[in-house]
């Protein structure tokens, strides 16, 4: 079976997400030794990629970035094109923020799972929510971060379903209580998996373990290869006080841009 792993890439006037999928396939290289694929409208040349797929992202919403510190373009959308883009039979769907810092991942795709994702995520400073789940409902939360899914029928309704949410996404935030915009595709997948299960909670599609969630507003630097420093403000003991936590060979979710890009710049 032909495996491989898919980023997505839109840049904004903000920020170079071609760049972050640069940095992201050379550690999925590194760590998971599978080829790399990137859909984006980028029409820069790069050896990086096994493939650079051209696709035109013609839809963009607005999202306040803690670490930017103002609202800028974000081009979340079209991933339910994922299933129909791939040149694999079994892709590895991740964010560019996401950094492979382990083998960790080999455990999904080397297990018989048709399609899986995160349930669960871990807020690492303790000062946010984990969001496990979203809405008027508290619908249960999937991450759409990490995704592992193979071409089957089953994996192609759920694609099938976002795609249908992600058409009729105003439709859904009415349904089940969320902000209209902007779109996420978090709550898209979620609502999908939850239609394809039947409505029924199950743990058929979880990956079995916590996403590990950076949240923009706290610092992350490169201090070694594999090794990152988070530094964010708590209170503690009355006052509120500078924390650091050390993380190595451990994956990660830097939602902060502006962090991203200094440790692709200290690389």
Request: include cysteine.
């Amino acid at each position: 079976m032909k495996t491989g792993a898919l980023l997505f890439a839109f840049n904004t006037n903000e920020t170079d997400y071609f760049k972050m999928a640069e940095f992201s396939a050379k550690n999925i290289k590194r760590w998971l030794n599978i080829p790399t694929s990137v859909i984006t409208d980028d029409k820069r040349k790069s050896s990086v990629f096994d493939n650079i797929i051209i696709n035109q992202n013609t839809k963009s919403s607005k999202r306040y970035f803690d670490d930017r510190n103002s609202t800028v373009e974000w081009k979340n959308s079209g991933r339910s094109s994922a299933y129909n883009l791939t040149p694999y039979d079994q892709t590895l769907l991740l964010d560019v923020d996401y950094i492979v810092a382990s083998d960790q991942l080999r455990t999904i795709l080397d297990s018989s799972y048709e399609f899986l994702c995160p349930d669960c995520a871990f807020e690492l400073s303790g000062t946010k929510s984990n969001n496990s789940s979203f809405g008027k409902f508290q619908m249960k939360m999937f991450w759409a971060t990490v995704i592992m899914f193979r071409k089957t029928k089953h994996s192609q309704v759920i694609f099938e379903l976002i795609k249908m949410i992600e058409n009729n996404f105003e439709h859904y935030a009415n349904l089940y209580g969320f902000p209209k915009t902007p779109y996420r595709n978090d709550y898209a997948l979620s609502i999908a998996l939850s239609i394809a299960s039947g409505h029924l909670e199950t743990k058929t599609h979880s990956i079995p373990w916590p996403l590990i969630n950076i949240h923009p507003e706290h610092d992350v630097n490169l201090v070694d290869t594999d090794t990152f420093e988070i530094t964010y403000k708590k209170n503690s003991r009355s006052r509120e006080r500078m924390f650091r936590n050390k993380l190595v060979n451990q994956d990660i979710h830097v939602m902060s841009k502006t962090s991203m890009e200094k440790i692709i710049e200290s690389c």
